[in-house]
């Protein structure tokens, strides 16, 4: 099999599982194009703080969808089931710890977090 060459956006995913590898969270892709989007919520809210969030805000589901389903056939992710919800979550493999502590050793500061401009759909004026 012809092996993938992995740019900065499948770093992005690597490092995004990494951090929550780390933490004991293992993510579905929602969860990850929520954190790669910036989306706050119940879900994300203890991982704002992470390098990668909020660092692919243009990006759709599908897209973070297709990034993801590539680095899993090629090594770079496993999958671990849960029994209570009875889903596989992402999880990294040797491959992908090695390719992502490999990015980190060469970027001191990878990523920068971009912020959405939110404007206010309701606002109060008195």
Do not use: W
């Amino acid at each position: 099999m012809k092996e993938v060459k992995l740019n900065q956006t499948y770093y992005k995913v690597l490092i995004t599982i990494k951090a929550l590898n780390d933490l004991h969270y293992y993510p579905l892709n929602e969860g990850i194009y929520k954190i790669l989007v910036g989306v706050v919520d119940e879900d994300t809210k203890p991982f704002v703080d992470l390098d990668c969030f909020g660092t692919l805000i243009s990006f759709t589901s599908k897209k973070v969808c297709r990034l993801t389903m590539m680095l899993y056939r090629y090594g770079y992710l496993g999958r671990v089931f849960d029994t209570q919800t009875k889903k596989l979550y992402f999880s990294l493999t040797d491959k992908g710890l090695a390719a992502t502590e490999s990015f980190l050793s060469k970027h001191k500061k990878p990523f920068a977090r971009r912020n959405k401009n939110v404007t206010p759909t309701i606002v109060k004026i008195d």
